[in-house]
């Protein structure tokens, strides 16, 4: 405690209604410029956003406090523009501030994640006929010598692991309704939750606004995609199977009508039309731009970094061999390949702020004294690239995550969390990281990747939005020797 008491962190200037936008002018993406003012106001610090207060947090030790430690207490969410018009008003899991409800529908999400662990339709055999059908493209594509933008194809087969658990559908090839989700996703994702001045200063909302427009209109596409699979389950819902979240979500609804009482109906619970739509629409979002941005991330680096692409392949060919394709129980005998998913996770965390935390009532942050209703922003960025914690955190080194024998995993320091901690911990880590190491290694399994002659390497820079999204370029899949010819249609 210092010696004049407890405090508030120290603030950047501000100025009536502009807060402190003139001290955050900066070419840099926020998480780099937040890093940077570590220097002269220290690693937690204030500003003000508009009229809110945010607090913002550049170490681990502040940053477990917060998640863990006190997470009850930081679990609100900020309601702003954005958001709302992508929530219905934060009737979501992701934006939806702390109550009953949220509480709920992170429990439904959880048992129907969990649901897929076992059975016929278990995750794994959805991600590896998946990877199965990514990898034939591939093939397709090294048989004539196509470079491809490999970016729609990660897509769509992470989209189609998500749609079954979410709807029990798939997507083919130039599927028109597919197409439409990659466009409005992908004006989601530029507009949506990235301190756009609209979330700063709400009242800007009554001047035309290009990227509201949009955000607005690509709302009101995915808002149709998503009605109409819910009509279709609507209509041949069972009490008896539970085909996917959708189904798991109904049959909670039903089950709540069916309970009703005059005070509990189903939509003071929270199980109205809006919040199942929501969820949904949360789990799909995430779902999808998530793993995709990671596994564009791991090929950009793999190109950057070709020994590190050889040692995986090694250490595949040595456990796996070329006779029949990874599967999950591989994870234990591939520790290479998993300390290269968690240095990618590390080095462009997919998420480098978090979603904004809210203090829910006066609380404290190590010495400082926080206030109800303060923003809270976890710099991951900085937690990730900590110079006290990693040697040479710019350096892209998958042996970091080794010990020195190189035949186990470590952490090897606590300033790492690319899914974030405590209550409002990711909800799709596990599914996540299965997806990443199927993929990942039946890739790597059959091909070099690289740029094609002539090409510059894609830069490492990165487009900053609610997901960190590397750039677009194109790549050659080509075929490890043994496998010219796509032999592996059995497997
Ligand atoms: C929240 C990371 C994949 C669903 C988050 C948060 C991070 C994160 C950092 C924010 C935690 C916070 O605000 O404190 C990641 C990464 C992923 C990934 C790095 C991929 C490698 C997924 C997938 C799903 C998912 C596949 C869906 C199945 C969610 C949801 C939340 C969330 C619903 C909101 C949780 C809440 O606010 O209560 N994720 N995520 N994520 N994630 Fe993920
Ligand atoms: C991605 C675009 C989709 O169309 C809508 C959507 C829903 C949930 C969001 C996701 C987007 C981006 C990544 C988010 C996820 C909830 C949790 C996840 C913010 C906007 C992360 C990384 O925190």
Redesign the pocket.
């Known amino acids: 405690m210092s010696s004049h008491g407890p405090q508030a962190p120290p603030c950047l200037p501000s100025l009536p209604i502009i807060g402190s936008l003139l001290s955050l002018r900066s070419s840099h993406p926020p998480h780099v410029l937040f890093k940077e003012l570590q220097e002269k106001y220290g690693q937690t610090y204030s500003l003000m956003m508009g009229s809110h207060s945010v607090i913002i947090i550049n170490q681990h030790a502040h940053a477990k406090e917060v998640?863990l430690k006190k997470g009850k207490t930081f679990?609100g969410?900020p309601r702003t523009v954005t958001t709302d018009v992508l929530t219905r008003d934060g009737k979501?899991?992701?934006?939806?501030d702390y109550s009953p409800t949220?509480r709920f529908h992170?429990k439904i999400?959880h048992g129907a994640?969990c649901m897929f662990g076992e059975g016929s339709a278990s995750i794994e055999k959805i991600i590896c006929s998946e990877a199965q059908s990514l990898c034939s493209i591939l093939f397709e594509a090294a048989a004539v010598g196509l470079a491809l933008d490999l970016s729609p194809e990660l897509t769509r087969t992470v989209t189609n692991v998500?749609c079954c658990?979410c709807f029990n559908s798939s997507y083919r090839r130039g599927d028109p309704e597919f197409e439409a989700t990659l466009r409005y996703s992908q004006g989601i994702v530029d507009t949506v939750a990235k301190d756009s001045l609209v979330d700063i200063f709400p009242w800007l909302q009554i001047f035309p606004n290009a990227d509201l427009r949009l955000l607005k209109q690509c709302v009101s596409i995915r808002d149709s995609l998503l009605q109409k699979k819910y009509d279709e389950h609507k209509e041949d819902y069972s009490d008896h199977v539970q085909r996917d979240l959708m189904d798991a979500l109904l049959r909670a609804k039903r089950s709540a009508e069916n309970n009703n009482t005059a005070e509990i109906s189903a939509e003071s619970v929270g199980l109205s039309d809006d919040h199942l739509l929501m969820t949904v629409g949360?789990?799909f979002g995430?779902?999808v731009e998530?793993?995709t941005?990671?596994l564009k991330w791991a090929v950009t680096y793999l190109i950057h970094h070709p020994q590190v692409q050889r040692n995986i392949q090694e250490e595949l060919d040595s456990k796996v061999g070329r006779d029949r394709s990874p599967q999950l129980s591989d994870r234990g005998s591939l520790p290479y390949l998993e300390a290269t998913i968690r240095e990618v996770?590390r080095i462009r965390?997919?998420?480098p702020l978090?979603?904004?935390?809210v203090a829910l009532s006066d609380t404290s942050i190590g010495d400082f004294t926080v206030r109800k209703g303060t923003r809270v922003i976890?710099n991951?960025w900085s937690l990730h690239h900590d110079e006290k914690e990693w040697k040479n955190p710019e350096l892209f080194d998958p042996g970091r995550f080794l010990n020195i024998e190189g035949t186990g995993l470590v952490i090897p320091s606590p300033s790492y969390?690319?899914?974030?901690?405590?209550?409002?911990?990711?909800?799709?880590?596990a599914?996540?990281?299965m997806?990443?190491f199927l993929f990942l290694s039946w890739i790597l399994q059959r091909f070099t990747l690289s740029i094609p002659p002539g090409n510059s390497l894609p830069s490492l820079e990165g487009k900053f939005g609610v997901v960190f999204q590397p750039v677009k370029y194109k790549v050659n899949a080509t075929p490890r020797p043994g496998w010219e010819r796509n032999k592996c249609q059995a497997c």
């Not at 979501?92 to 939806?96: Q, S």
């Not at 978090?354 to 935390?357: A, D, K, M, V």
């Not at 969390?417 to 990711?426: M, Q, S």
């Open positions: 998640l679990a969410r979501d899991i992701a934006f939806g949220w992170r999400v994640l998500i658990l949360d789990i995430a779902g998530t793993t941005t990671v996770l965390p997919v998420a978090l979603i904004p935390h976890i991951l969390l690319p899914f974030g901690a405590g209550i409002r911990v990711c909800l799709g880590e599914l996540a990281k997806e990443l």
